[in-house]
């Protein structure tokens, strides 16, 4: 069965944004413009078949994000996000959300506070977090080593 979403380009301080959108406006991935390689295989990975239609930006997102952007930092936490991923990254997806703007945790910590006690779990948490679709708005930029640095942060 073919998906059909929409695509918009966003101006942002982070360059143009790609977003994906149903037709209830619920943000499916999002990208930066020069990545569409990419956003495509995310999108084949999550639903197969699809077919994208260019579209004006959903103006609750068009705002909220350019809120975030100039530094209303939970202005995205109410944004409708549908993502389809393994039952595992769906996890990974919302705890992410549930970081609070400002604070950091490490992949190990989010392992733990996802209930796996695994020292290999935190691998596989950033693995999640590397296929996040939605960047910014499922705030994976949030999560970092253990050391404090970004390892492995795709954006």
């Known amino acids: 069965m073919t998906m059909y979403f929409n695509v918009s380009d966003l101006e942002s301080p982070l360059g143009t944004l ?3 959108t ?8 999002l990208d930066l413009a020069g990545h569409e390689n990419h ?3 995310a999108l084949s ?4 078949q699809y077919e994208l239609a260019d579209a004006p930006a959903p103006r609750e997102t068009a705002e909220a994000l350019a809120r975030y952007f100039d530094g209303d930092l939970q202005a995205l936490d ?3 996000v549908v993502t389809r ?3 595992f990254q769906e996890r990974v997806w919302r705890a992410l959300r549930r970081i609070p703007a400002g604070a950091t945790t490490s992949y190990g910590k989010l392992a733990k506070s996802l209930g796996l006690d695994d020292p290999r ?3 596989d948490v950033g693995a999640a977090n590397a296929a996040n679709p939605v960047a910014v708005v499922v705030p994976c930029h949030r999560v970092v080593a ?9 954006w």
């Open 18 to 20: 790609l977003l994906v």
């Open 22 to 29: 149903d037709e209830q406006t619920a943000l499916r991935a």
């Open 39 to 41: 956003l495509h295989r």
């Open 45 to 48: 990975e999550q639903y197969g």
């Open 78 to 80: 109410q944004l409708a």
């Open 85 to 87: 991923g393994t039952e």
């Open 121 to 123: 779990a935190a691998v």
């Open 146 to 154: 253990s050391d404090g640095h970004l390892k492995g942060y795709t």
